[in-house]
C-alpha cells in the first residue's frame, strides 16, 4: 500500500513479483538473516521473504533473548559459538542498536548428576575455547548475591556451570536490523502472506502457492519455526518433530537487582532483568503438543512456586505480561538444518526452545548453503538424513529449560 511505501525505516516492496530467484517462508529472524546474507554475502538479491502474519510476530517475539554458547557436544558449542561471535559485531554491521549485553550465565546445579553434566560441558566448552567453567556456593553468592543460597530448601544449590559471555539482546532490533539491511540490498518482505502449497515438479521445488496468488522460485527456503512439520509436509516430507507450546512472562520493571542470567534445569526456571527492569522469566515446556500461542494459570502458579526458593524478593513483584510461542522440538534437542530430499528446497527448524541465540550463523550458514547448493560444514551434523542414519545430535542436557 501506499502507507507501505513511506515507511521511513523500510523499503517496502508494493506488488508481489511473479518469480523470484529464492523464495523464502517465515519472517522471523532466521528468515529474515537468511536473506540477508543472501544478498550481502552471495550477491543474491532477487529475493522475497513471505510471512504470513506481521514482521517477526512469531517466536522471534517471544522469546527470552538468552544468548549463550555453553552447549555440550562439540558439534553443538562449535556452531553456537559463531554465533555469539556474529552476535558481538551485529550492531554496527545492521547499523542498529541490539542491545547485546554479556550478563554472564549460570546453570545450576542442585543434584551430583547436573554437577557432572556442568563439569562436561565447562570442559567440552574450554577445549573449543568458550569460556566456561565449574563454580561452587561460595563463587556463586560473591557473583550473584541476591540469589538464595541456603541450604534449608527443597533442592539447594551445589555449584554452577558459569558462562561469562552468556548475553541477552533487543530480539525485535535483531530481526528488523536484518530486515532493513536485506531490503535495503534489494530483498523483498511481504507481510500477511500465507504460504498454502509448495510446487513440486519432477523431485524438485518450483515455486509457492499464496493467499496471494501463485510464485514461481528458482529455490525455496522454510524458515517458520512452530509450523516447520505443516509446512514440511506441503513439500512433501515429514519431520521428527513435536510442536509443544513454550511460554514465558515479565514482572512490573524495577531498577537493577539481578545482573545475570540464571537457570535451573531442576527447578526447571530461569530468570534475567531486561534493560527495561523487567524480570523476564520462563520455564519448561508445557506438558502436552499443541499449536496454540494461549498462555495459562497453571504455568504462571509453577513458575513463581521455583522462583521464590531462588529469588525470595519476587514476592513482592507483579506480573504484567505474559504469552506463548510454538517450540518445534527434536529428538534430540538440535536444530534440523540444510538440504531436503526434495531439489532445490532447503529447510531451517527444529529451534525448539533454542534459536533466537542462533539467528546470525543460521542465516549466515543457510544462505551459504542456498547459494552453493551444498550443506556447509558447520551445517552437517544437523542435516534432516541424520535421524536415518542414527547419528544423533544430543543436546537435551544443554538446551537449558525442562522438558
Ligand atoms: P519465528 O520468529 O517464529 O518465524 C517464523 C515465521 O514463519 C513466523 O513469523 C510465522 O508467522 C511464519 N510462518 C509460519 N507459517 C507460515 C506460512 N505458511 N506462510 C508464511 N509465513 C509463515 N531461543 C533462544 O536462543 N534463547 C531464548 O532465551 C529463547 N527463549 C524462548 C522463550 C519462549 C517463550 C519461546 C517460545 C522461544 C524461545 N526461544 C529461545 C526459541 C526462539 O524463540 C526460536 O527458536 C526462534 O525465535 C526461531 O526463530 P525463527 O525465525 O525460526 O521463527
Ligand atoms: O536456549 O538459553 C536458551 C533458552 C533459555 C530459555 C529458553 N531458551
Known amino acids: 500500500s501506499s502507507k507501505h511505501r513511506e515507511d521511513p525505516h523500510f523499503r517496502w516492496a508494493p506488488e508481489l513479483k511473479k518469480s523470484y530467484d529464492v523464495v523464502i517462508v517465515g519472517a522471523g529472524g532466521h528468515g529474515l538473516a537468511t536473506a540477508y546474507y543472501l544478498a550481502a554475502h552471495h550477491g543474491i538479491t532477487n529475493v522475497c521473504v513471505l510471512e504470513k502474519g506481521y514482521l517477526a510476530g512469531g517466536n522471534t517475539a517471544r522469546n527470552t533473548t538468552i544468548v549463550r554458547a555453553n552447549y555440550l557436544t562439540p558439534e553443538g558449542v562449535a556452531f553456537y559459538k559463531e554465533s555469539v561471535e556474529l552476535f558481538r559485531g551485529l550492531s554496527l554491521e545492521l547499523d542498529i542498536n ?6 554472564g550465565h549460570f546453570t545450576l546445579a542442585h543434584t551430583d548428576a547436573a554437577m557432572r553434566t556442568a563439569r562436561w560441558r565447562a570442559e567440552v566448552n574450554k577445549h573449543l575455547g568458550v569460556d566456561s567453567e565449574l563454580i561452587y556456593p561460595d563463587d556463586i553468592a560473591r557473583l550473584c548475591p541476591t540469589m538464595n543460597m541456603s541450604d534449608e530448601v527443597r533442592y539447594p544449590i551445589l555449584g554452577a556451570l558459569y558462562h561469562p559471555p552468556g548475553a541477552i539482546a533487543r530480539h525485535d532490533a535483531v530481526a528488523w536490523g ?41 529455490k525455496v527456503v522454510q524458515a517458520v519455526a512452530g509450523s516447520s512439520s505443516l509446512m514440511a509436509r506441503k513439500a512433501g516430507f515429514r519431520l521428527p518433530i513435536r510442536t509443544i507450546p513454550l511460554q514465558a512472562c515479565v514482572s512490573e520493571p524495577v531498577k537493577p537487582i539481578l545482573d545475570q542470567i540464571v537457570v535451573s534445569g531442576s527447578l526447571h526456571v530461569y530468570i534475567s532483568q531486561s534493560a527495561r527492569g523487567e524480570m523476564v522469566m520462563g520455564g519448561a515446556t508445557d506438558p502436552y503438543g499443541l499449536y496454540s500461542t494461549r498462555s495459562t494459570l497453571d504455568f504462571k502458579e509453577g513458575l513463581m512456586g521455583h522462583m521464590l526458593e531462588l529469588f525470595p524478593f519476587m514476592a513482592e513483584l507483579r506480573v504484567l505480561r505474559q504469552w506463548a510461542g510454538m517450540a518445534d522440538m527434536t529428538p534430540d534437542f538440535s536444530p534440523v538444518m540444510g538440504l531436503t530430499p526434495v531439489e532445490n528446497y532447503y529447510i531451517d527448524a527444529g529451534w525448539g526452545t533454542w534459536g533466537f541465540k542462533a539467528t546470525p550463523v543460521c542465516g549466515k550458514r543457510m544462505a551459504e548453503c542456498v547459494a552453493t547448493g551444498t550443506q556447509p560444514g558447520l551445517l552437517r551434523p544437523f542435516a534432516l538424513d541424520r535421524f536415518d542414519r542414527f547419528d544423533l545430535v544430543g543436546e537435551k542436557g544443554a538446551a537449558s529449560v525442562g522438558h
Open 178 to 218: 536484518y530486515a532493513r539491511q536485506a531490503m535495503r540490498r534489494g530483498v523483498e518482505v511481504h507481510p500477511q502472506t500465507e504460504v498454502t502449497d509448495v510446487l513440486i515438479e519432477n523431485g524438485r521445488a518450483v515455486g509457492v502457492e499464496t493467499s496471494r496468488g501463485t510464485i514461481h522460485a528458482g
Open 98 to 103: 541490539i542491545m547485546y549485553s554479556e550478563r
